[in-house]
Nanobody, 125 residues
């Protein structure tokens, strides 16, 4: 069974940092493109960051570029999202996603076929 399990969310003050982790199983992690998405109440799901298995190329939403960093540990089948300089507008449920077919648009949710349950990030001002 494919599983993606996010952890590391929580409540922080603006300017603080959090690191999210997504531990996966049930598919070949080394062959998958991985992404982080977020969804705030009343808003659509937004692509935050992605990392491709083909060369490890990374992609970021303009709103987080320079503040967030996606990385992966293939030995542990885990993808991370380091979030720095957090802002209240970063408050959302953050989801980890996997694409077992090659991704064309890295930050499009429809490109990903496996999803975790999400971890809440709340940034207070």
């Amino acid at each position: 069974e494919v599983q993606l399990l996010e952890s590391g969310g929580g409540s922080v003050q603006a300017g603080g940092s959090l690191t999210l982790s997504c531990t996966t199983s049930g598919f070949t992690f080394d062959d998958a493109d991985m992404g982080w998405f977020r969804q705030a109440p009343g808003k659509g799901r937004e692509g935050v960051a992605a990392i491709y298995t083909d060369g490890g190329r990374t992609y970021y939403a303009d709103s987080v570029k320079g503040r967030f960093a996606i990385s992966q540990d293939n030995a542990e089948n885990t993808v991370y999202l380091q979030m720095n300089s957090l802002r209240p507008e970063d408050t959302a449920m953050y989801y980890c996603a996997a694409a077992t077919s090659p991704v064309i648009a890295a930050l499009w949710p429809s490109e990903y076929n496996y999803w975790g349950q999400g971890t809440q990030v709340t940034v207070s001002s």
